[in-house]
């Protein structure tokens, strides 16, 4: 049972070394979030100003048009890698829009000048929207298995520890009245065989 209990408060200190890791690398995760959501936020209020101005000056109807035309030229290729890093697998999304004609699928001379940035915004937004899902599914599992460590950290302290300990004291007790009722039992016997 003391081989069982020192375990545990091995075990107990070894997750709380582990949580604390886990919090350092949980701070760098969010920090890197963060910095990524307002530049993703950034992007996405430039593309979505540049898309408005497209849709005054062109119409809803032409760009839709130029979209599928862009659909036959442009063709995606994604590629997931999941890597395991600290226990924890991780995404990796390579993600590269292969290019099959060089010339665009709209002319220069109908088309709005917003057309061409809104393209080369929605590319970089593209590879942002890739970037930020990674690390939102990184700061994710990590939040999840700081869960899992903290709860095993309580189920150590709230209840196999101190089960642990009330189980040895319960047997402590049991041979200290053991050994109580042989030095009894002795003294006893030795008072009959002096009577004797």
Do not use: C
């Not at 497209?54 to 659909?71: A, F, H, V, W």
């Not at 004609?101 to 109908?110: C, I, M, Q, S, V």
């Not at 990674?134 to 196999?160: H, P, T, Y």
């Amino acid at each position: 049972m003391r081989k069982r209990l020192d375990f545990a408060l091995k075990g107990e200190s070894f997750l709380e070394l582990r949580r604390e890791q886990l919090m350092i690398l949980l701070r760098e995760i969010w920090k890197d979030y963060n910095e990524l959501r307002e530049e993703f936020l950034t992007l996405f209020k430039e593309s979505m100003k540049l898309l408005n101005l497209t849709y005054e000056e062109m119409g809803k109807n032409e760009l839709y048009l130029i979209s599928n035309l862009s659909r036959i030229q442009y063709r995606p290729k994604i590629e997931i890698l999941y890597k395991k890093k600290v226990g924890i697998t991780k995404p990796q999304i390579s993600y590269e829009l292969i290019q099959e004609e060089k010339l665009p699928a709209y002319t220069f001379e109908n088309t709005s000048p917003y057309l061409d940035d809104l393209i080369i915004t929605l590319k970089k937004f593209f590879h942002l929207i890739i970037e930020f899902s990674e690390i939102e599914d990184l700061l994710l599992k990590q939040a999840i298995n700081f869960k899992k460590i903290n709860r095993r950290i309580n189920g150590l302290k709230n209840m196999v520890i101190p089960q642990l300990k009330s189980n040895i004291k319960l047997i402590k007790d049991i041979l200290e009245e053991i050994d109580r009722e042989n030095y009894i039992r002795l003294k006893k016997t030795k008072d009959l065989i002096i009577k004797k």
